[in-house]
C-alpha cells in the first residue's frame, strides 16, 4: 500500500508542481499582454510595430521608442506625436498615461511629481521614432527617476539593463 501511495505520488506531485509554475507565468503573460492592449490605446500606436528601451544614466535616464520597421513612417510618427505629448504631461507632474497603462502608479512618479520642477524632460527625434532624456542634479529625484525606469523595464519586459551606464554618443 505504502509502495502504491509513492509511486502515484512520484507521478502526481511533479504535475501539481508543473501546473503551479505555469500559473505564474500566466498571469505574467496575461498582465504583459494587457499592458501592450493598454498601451495600444494610450500611446495611439500598436505596441508589437514598436520596440521601447529604457536607460539608467547617471543623470537621469531615457526613454526610446523605434518602429520596427524602417519604412513605417505612420508608428514613427505615432511614436513622435506621443512623446511630444508625454513629455509636455511629465513635465507637469502628470503620470496619469502610465498609470492607465500598468494600472498602477508606477514606483518613483508620486516623487517625480513633487519634484517635478527639478527634473528636465528632453524629446529628441529619432530616424524611425523618439526619444525623451530625463535629467535632474536632485538626489531624491535622481532615484526616483531610476525607480520609474526600472519598473518601465519590468513591466515591458524590455530585457534592458537596470544598472546606471553612460550614455552612448551617436
Known amino acids: 500500500m505504502k509502495t502504491t501511495i509513492a509511486v502515484i505520488l512520484l507521478f502526481i506531485v511533479p504535475v501539481v508542481l508543473q501546473q503551479q509554475g505555469n500559473s505564474g507565468t500566466q498571469s505574467q503573460d496575461t498582465h504583459h499582454q494587457g499592458v501592450n492592449e493598454r498601451g495600444d490605446q494610450a500611446m495611439g500606436f500598436s505596441q508589437d510595430k514598436a520596440t521601447h528601451h529604457f536607460y539608467l544614466y547617471p543623470d537621469g535616464g531615457a ?47 508620486d516623487v517625480m511629481t513633487r519634484l517635478r520642477s527639478q527634473i528636465a524632460y528632453k524629446f529628441d527625434e529619432t530616424p524611425r521614432g523618439g526619444r525623451i532624456g530625463i535629467t ?23 530585457g534592458d539593463t537596470t544598472d546606471v551606464t553612460t550614455p552612448k554618443l551617436k
Open 63 to 109: 526613454i526610446e521608442v523605434n518602429a520596427n520597421d524602417p519604412a513605417d513612417t505612420t508608428t514613427r510618427d505615432q511614436i513622435r506625436m506621443h512623446f511630444t505629448h508625454i513629455t509636455k504631461m511629465f513635465s507637469d507632474g502628470n503620470f496619469s498615461i502610465p498609470m492607465l497603462i500598468h494600472q498602477q502608479n508606477p514606483p518613483g512618479a
Open 136 to 158: 535632474s542634479a536632485n538626489k531624491e529625484a535622481l532615484a526616483a527617476i531610476h525607480k520609474f525606469l526600472i519598473f518601465q523595464i519590468q513591466d515591458h519586459q524590455t
